[in-house]
Structure formats: structure tokens, C-alpha cells
């Protein structure tokens, strides 16, 4: 079954409306996107949505296998990227990169 909804912390919210943040780095409970899929977002905080994206891409990674193209598509730096998704995700080393665009 296809995922029709996803949150993101507030602090992402500029870089996403703002087209900085293209990707979003999730684990295995959340790779069951369907590309070309209409996707409503909304902040993880207080669920208060705050647009809609197209999903156009689902790829696995490991965490070595992050880059600085990953970082740059985050609008962060590889370092900063890492941080976060060990923050996030403690001791886990499998993810899924999800390709967006935002509508609006």
C-alpha cells in the first residue's frame, strides 16, 4: 500500500516550500512511496499541513553511502546530514532517499 502522507520537522518547513530541500532521508517504515504519487505534508510538531509534493524517486542507501550530493539536495553539509539522521535514527544503517517536488 502506498504512503499518501508524511511530516517533517518545522524547521524544514522554509527549505522545502522554498525548493532547497528536494530530498527527505527515511527508514524502512517509510519507503512504501509510489513515484508519481501526490503526497500532503505536514509539520511533525503539531500535524499543521503545509503543502503537497510529487513523489519522483525512492531509492535505498546506507548511511556510508550518504554524499555531499545527498547534503546539498538536504541544504545542509555532509556532516550536518549525518548528525541528523543518527539523531533521528540511532543505530540504524538502512534508509530510503525519497525524491520530491512540491506543488502548490
Request: glycine share 2%; proline share 1%; aromatic share 12%.
Amino acid at each position: 500500500m502506498s504512503l499518501t502522507k508524511i511530516t517533517f520537522f518545522q524547521r524544514f518547513e522554509t527549505d522545502i516550500l522554498s525548493g532547497k530541500k528536494t530530498i527527505t532521508i527515511r527508514d524502512s517504515s517509510e519507503r512504501d512511496f509510489a513515484i508519481g504519487s501526490v503526497v500532503q505534508v505536514s509539520t511533525y510538531e503539531d500535524d499543521r499541513w503545509f503543502c503537497q509534493f510529487t513523489i519522483t524517486d525512492v531509492q535505498a542507501i546506507t548511511l556510508d553511502q550518504l554524499s555531499e550530493e545527498h547534503a546539498r539536495q538536504e541544504n545542509m553539509t555532509l556532516e550536518q546530514l549525518i548528525a541528523v539522521i543518527q539523531e533521528i535514527y540511532p543505530d540504524q544503517q538502512q534508509f530510503y532517499v525519497i525524491s520530491f517536488d512540491v506543488r502548490f
